[in-house]
């Protein structure tokens, strides 16, 4: 009989795979509770489906999508960049591997940006339902899939609210159409070599043609998922206007656009799709609204429906890492007892969810105000792509930690990819610094300061009286700091790091009859808050 060496017996994580066979929806009952909280004005009718449908897509993340997204992250899976064809000519093209493609075929067939379109769908396609779509997209990590959906849900927006009859004729169809072969094939290209936060120091030209069509010549620094049809931004020829223009990849006549693909970015992760540099050579363009308004439209269309995506991006990431970090917990043993059982990684647990309530809870809050076009979703938005994003980053490293070297593995665990989507989320679409002055600049602004008052006045008149001076005490010191030019500027993370504990205190009472998951963690947020922790440093446990 051969000796088995003991050191390769089966052990605590033989066959282990983290999360994967979960259903992700269902793991994530804050989501739910968050989502129902907020639609309060529909019917239980709409809210069964609305459940079932994210259920559907909860089980195609834990198997099928996770197992994709998993075989095209992996060298010799990557899109490439096709500049050429075999006799020489330019093509300029993305060839993705067939998983990417696949992954990217199930999300379009799930409705995740179109379900509206299909036929079986009756109820309406309300922005919640979408952004809870977002969210679990995103514990696929981007995937190469979630920043394509970000960006084809902007356009579509774009092209149904300021689109001329032919731009819609021409291109809804392929965005949005159920048996559309182009999967999320849609960009944004606004940031240049010269910079992304100020889009009014863009150098790319755009020169109006006796057709009533554009020429563009210039640059754009990042282009992510090069496809069939694009927005971009260029100066109008002899202005300081910055215009919003429509690309295609193919000319009116059919031909190859003037859009040369210069270099595939080097990018650390959000590796399931390409970004890329491109260069504009008398490129073809339509203009998309009025080209005085440019900069207005591409805020209200693209960048609104951008930053909510990536707020989604962090709650997905967040979400992600909490299940594979609770999956590993119950499963690993250390010193004769499973890790869940060890007080400390209760409390990193209950820490980590405590975020993920409070801000799941704001986050469908905003919203639901943002449908409403209300004031204070002014202001909730752009502090929630800061908040959002930061915190992802932390709790991913978080979950990695909890994984001991085995959390640090790209072939063990998801979560080394999800951390490096989760950074990538903390640039993009704005960087913390022009995210937190945008969410100041709104706070100060009239209608929205009163909005905030009201709002505080509403969900703190039933509060307790402990939990109600604290969020006054927090809310009198972001008031001194935002009247005072220097500290508004020099303290713009620290005041947003004030303004997410009011909202968070707040809907986390508001939670508490209602979203039981949730208003669990609403004692651990009060001493959080009370004692000004900060994650990755803990609050003293009770
Ligand atoms: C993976 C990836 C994909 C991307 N895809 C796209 C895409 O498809 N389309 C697109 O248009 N862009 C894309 N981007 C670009 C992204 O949106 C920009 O990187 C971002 O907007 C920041 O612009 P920037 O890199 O030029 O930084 P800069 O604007 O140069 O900023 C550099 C630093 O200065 C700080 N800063 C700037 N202004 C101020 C200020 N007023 N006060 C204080 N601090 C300030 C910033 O916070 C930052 O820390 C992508 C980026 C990444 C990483």
């Not at 009989?1 to 605590?12: A, C, R, V």
């Not at 509060?463 to 927090?474: D, G, H, I, W």
């Amino acid at each position: 009989m051969p000796t088995i060496n003991p050191g390769l017996q089966p052990f605590d994580l033989t066959g282990y795979r983290g999360a994967s066979g979960k259903n992700f929806f269902t793991e994530t009952r804050v989501l739910a509770e968050a989502f129902r909280l907020n639609s309060t004005n529909q019917t239980p009718d709409y809210l069964d489906a609305v459940n079932s449908h994210l259920s559907g897509l909860g089980t195609l993340l834990g198997g099928r999508i996770n197992e994709l997204t998993i075989a095209c992250h992996k060298e010799g899976k990557w899109g490439e960049l096709v500049q050429y064809d075999n006799t020489g000519n330019r093509i300029d093209e993305i060839r993705y591997a067939p998983e990417q493609t696949e992954l990217r075929k199930i999300f379009y067939d799930y409705g995740v940006v179109n379900l509206d379109c299909h036929a079986s769908w009756r109820h309406e396609f309300s922005l919640q339902h979408r952004m809870a779509l977002a969210i679990l997209t995103n514990m696929n990590g981007e995937g190469g899939v979630a920043c394509p959906l970000a960006m084809t849900e902007g356009l579509i927006h774009a092209l149904r609210a300021i689109g001329t009859e032919e731009q819609k004729e021409k291109f809804l169809p392929l965005l949005t159409s159920p048996d559309s072969p182009s999967h999320f094939m849609a960009g944004q290209y606004v940031t240049e070599r010269v910079g992304g936060s100020n889009v009014a120091a863009n150098r790319t030209v755009a020169t109006p043609q006796s057709d009533g069509s554009w020429r563009l010549n210039g640059e754009k620094w990042f282009c992510s998922n090069p496809g069939d049809v694009w927005v971009t931004t260029a100066k109008v020829a002899n202005t300081n206007t910055i215009g919003l223009f429509l690309v295609s990849r193919l000319r009116q006549d059919g031909s190859l656009n003037g859009c040369r693909l210069l270099r595939k970015k080097d990018i650390i992760g959000s590796k399931g799709k390409v970004t890329v540099e491109s260069l504009y050579e008398d490129c073809e363009a339509t203009q998309l609204g009025r080209t005085a308004h440019g900069l207005a439209n591409l805020i209200r269309y693209i960048l609104r429906t951008s930053r909510l995506h990536v707020i989604c991006g962090g709650l997905g990431h967040i979400s992600r890492a909490i299940i594979e970090a609770e999956s590993y917990i119950a499963q690993r043993e250390a010193y004769g007892k499973k890790l869940a059982a060890f007080p400390s990684v209760q409390q990193t647990i209950a820490e980590l969810k405590m975020l993920q309530a409070s801000l799941m809870l704001i986050s469908f809050r905003a919203f639901a105000l943002s449908d409403a076009e209300h004031p204070l979703a002014l202001m909730l938005v752009p502090l929630l792509k800061v908040v959002t994003t930061q915190y992802s980053a932390v709790v991913a490293k978080e979950a990695m930690i909890l994984h001991g070297g085995n959390g640090i593995l790209g072939d063990f665990s998801v979560l080394p990819r999800i951390l490096n989507d989760a950074i990538i989320n903390e640039t993009w679409e704005g960087t913390h610094a022009l995210l937190a002055e945008h969410a100041i600049a709104a706070a100060r602004r009239p209608k929205v300061a009163a909005a905030w008052s009201e709002y505080l006045k509403a969900e703190t008149a039933s509060m307790p009286a402990e939990t109600k001076t604290l969020v006054f005490e927090l809310h009198e010191e972001a008031t001194r700091l935002m009247a005072d030019d220097f500290e508004r500027d020099a303290n713009r993370m620290y005041l947003c790091e004030l303004m997410w504990r009011i909202f968070a205190l707040c809907e986390t009472q508001r939670a508490l009859q209602h979203a039981p998951e949730a208003a669990a963690y609403a004692p651990l947020l009060q001493s959080f808050v009370e004692q000004g922790a900060r994650l990755p440093f803990r609050a003293r446990a009770a």
